[in-house]
């Protein structure tokens, strides 16, 4: 596992940003999307998500300043797996709530289609 850690890297800090911005984009496409498809679009709902897009990116930043100021590269690595993460469950989330089904196995771990699982099993 220690071996693993040690060779995780990006080719460039750019990469840093991209990946989790790309993430969050396709996860704010599909959210909004499937909003509009059941007639929920709610502008406090997206500006609670934004709030959250932009608390997820002070993280990031805060792992880039922990690199350049005090040479911590796994704190960078750290919180920019545990953000992207969060992006790629929830579009599989959003995926999922859009008709492009998951297995029950990874629906039985995410949060909020536990609900949905339990309502079919009825």
């Not at 679009?41 to 930043?61: F, H, N, Q, T, V």
């Not at 911590?72 to 859009?98: P, Q, R, T």
Request: proline share 2%.
């Amino acid at each position: 596992m220690e071996q693993i850690l040690y060779n995780i890297h990006f080719t460039n800090t750019a990469w840093a940003f991209i990946a989790p911005i790309v993430l969050m984009a396709l996860d704010i496409i599909t959210g909004y999307y499937n909003a509009y498809k059941n007639n929920e679009i709610s502008s406090s709902k997206m500006r609670d998500g934004l709030g959250k897009k932009c608390a997820e990116l002070c993280y990031i930043i805060v792992g880039v300043l922990l690199k350049f100021a005090i040479g911590v590269d796994m704190a960078m690595y750290g919180l920019v797996i545990y953000v992207c993460f969060m992006e790629i469950i929830s579009l599989a989330e959003n995926c999922d709530k859009l008709g492009f089904t998951l297995p029950k196995i990874l629906k039985e771990k995410l949060n909020n289609v536990n609900d949905e699982i339990n309502k079919e099993d009825k």
